[in-house]
């Protein structure tokens, strides 16, 4: 089983969440509902949809995770599924992301672009760690 399906198959049993056909006509997605959470695209790769305040809130961690992938302008975020702990990355951001959308719209928001699907691939985590 592939690490996004390991995650996909745990989120998809968290009773906020249910499966959805992605906005970007790729892969599959989660949704809460009011909003698209999550969408995996590949077997070691996810879209999470964060809210601006969010981003602005963990900015730091976020850059700071080798995993994540921060396109400018998104409010989404690609996690990058390579090893066990980004499952566990993946599932305390998909949280986070919830509990952001609860309180959705916030001042400085605004609506969410398409996923980062369609923005490029994602780099490798040998380059994002300089390895």
């Known amino acids: ?6 995650a996909m198959t745990q989120l998809a049993a968290w009773p906020d969440l249910s499966e ?11 949704r809460s509902a009011r909003d698209e959470i999550v969408h995996f695209h590949s077997d070691h790769e996810a879209d999470l949809h964060l809210t601006a305040r969010a981003i602005r809130r963990y900015e730091d961690h976020l850059r700071g995770a080798t995993a994540v992938r921060m396109v400018p302008g998104s409010r989404w975020v690609t996690i990058r599924l390579d090893v066990d702990a980004d499952i566990h990355l993946l599932l305390t951001l998909v949280s986070v992301a919830l509990q952001s959308h609860q309180a959705w719209p916030a001042a400085g928001d605004t ?3 398409e996923c980062n699907e369609h923005r490029g691939a994602s780099l490798p985590r040998t380059i994002l760690s300089g390895s």
Request: aromatic share 0%.
């Open 111 to 113: 609506a969410p672009a």
């Open 20 to 30: 959805a056909r992605p906005s970007c006509g790729t892969g599959r997605a989660l």
């Open 1 to 6: 089983m592939t690490l996004a399906l390991r």
